[in-house]
């Protein structure tokens, strides 16, 4: 079969393919399903979501997930091939912009379990933007202005920008239809009760670890 390249995807990817068979398959989806920059429909999509799953790696290619999350339509389009979504206060690991600071690539994963069943993903590059830098830009939309100026736990405390370099459907049939039940959320709040406090119970066996001496120094 001859070589042919979409424009999409890796080198990785298309070695795969032709190793086990599925060059046809997937030379269709590059070619009808994946495109470089939001359609309308992406866009409008991207404005009901309230979920976020990020991908991200540092310099040595080690990658961390990360999950974000906020009112319907907390992702800000900025046009068809940017969008920014907000850094609310964290634990402060930061470990998802650290990997940014050294690694622009990124990769988002939005999932509707509510309605449509249905995913986007998008690939590209990001950059880290201060709440300063967008209130001093002419582009910069009023709905980003407004969450700036947001007193609550809402606030961001900063930005990452996306360069959208893919975009493409995750189909529906392994997407569960979920129910929303209500939940009051804490925005922002640093009680460790609130944020699940120690669920997994690690920090017990830490702090155990530490008093018999076996713990890191």
């Known amino acids: 079969m001859d070589y042919h390249d979409p424009g999409f995807g890796s080198e990785g990817e298309r070695e795969l393919q032709k190793r086990y068979g599925t060059e046809k398959r997937a030379n269709s989806f590059y070619d009808r399903q994946m495109i470089d920059y939001l359609n309308p429909r992406m866009q409008e999509y991207i404005r009901e979501q309230e979920l976020l799953f990020i991908a991200t790696s540092d310099a040595k290619g080690e990658c961390d997930s990360s999950f974000r999350a906020g009112i319907p339509g907390f992702v800000r389009i900025l046009n068809e091939k940017q969008l920014a979504y907000p850094e609310y206060r964290g634990n402060g690991v930061l470990a998802s912009l650290g990997n940014i600071s050294e690694n622009p690539h990124i990769g988002l994963m939005f999932l509707d379990f509510f309605k449509a069943t249905i995913g986007l993903h998008i690939n590209g590059k990001a950059s ?30 900063r930005w990452v920008m996306v360069e959208v370099e893919e975009a493409y459907i995750h189909c529906s049939k392994h997407i569960p239809l979920l129910t929303k039940q209500d939940k009051k959320i804490a925005w922002g709040t640093d009680d460790m009760k609130l944020k699940g406090g120690n669920f997994f119970g690690v920090a017990s066996k830490v702090n155990s670890r530490k008093e018999s001496g076996d713990g890191p120094t």
């Open 128 to 157: 880290i933007v201060e709440n300063e830098e967008f209130l001093q830009s002419d582009n910069t939309p009023q709905e980003i202005r407004d969450d700036i100026a947001t007193e609550d736990g809402k606030k961001p405390e």
